[in-house]
């Protein structure tokens, strides 16, 4: 009797040490390497009016920006940043007339780690303009780094917010 609850003992501890070993494991691995995708920029265009650009493009582009209905009048979101220069131009139709929108930006890139690679961040300019518009005002530029991948808890991507006003 007693052999055959020490062998019950001795096969249940060997299942909890590898239980444990592998939640140990898998919680050890999991590690937060930063943004998951490539920058990009939000663009806010306020007319004062419902009007909204009805085409939005890059000239420093290769492929056409995505076609995306925006929800919110005046707001492009998800616009990709040139990842090659410290800036990126996008030219918006409204009302039948073409306008250009610059955004300035400074790249960095860090090291994080051997699992992680290179970390891309995008910085505000150390000098000259944060953006510039053929047409209005640059209300507002504010950068969202991220931080050489070095979040709290947020796993936020790298962007940049504009908004002008026309």
Avoid: H, W
Wanted: include cysteine; hydrophobic fraction near 35%; charged fraction near 20%.
């Amino acid at each position: 009797m007693p052999n055959a609850f020490f062998c019950s003992f001795m096969r249940l501890t060997a299942l909890l040490t590898i239980v444990g070993s592998l939640i140990v494991l898998a919680l050890t691995g999991c590690e937060n390497c930063g943004p998951t995708a490539e920058p990009l920029l939000n663009l806010s265009i306020n007319t004062g009016t419902q009007a909204r650009p009805d085409t939005i493009f890059s000239p420093d582009s290769r492929n056409p920006l995505p076609a995306r209905p925006s929800p919110t009048y005046g707001i492009q979101s998800g616009l990709p940043v040139n990842l090659t220069a410290d800036s990126t131009r996008y030219v918006y139709r409204l009302a039948g007339r073409y306008d250009t929108v610059t955004v300035f930006y400074q790249r960095k890139t860090a090291y994080r780690n051997r699992k992680c690679g290179y970390v891309l961040d995008l910085y505000e300019p150390e000098r000259g303009p944060k953006a510039r518009t053929s047409r209005g005002k640059v209300e507002s530029v504010s950068y969202l780094p991220n931080r050489n991948a070095n979040f709290l808890s947020s796993s936020e991507n790298t962007s940049i917010y504009l908004s002008i006003r026309l």
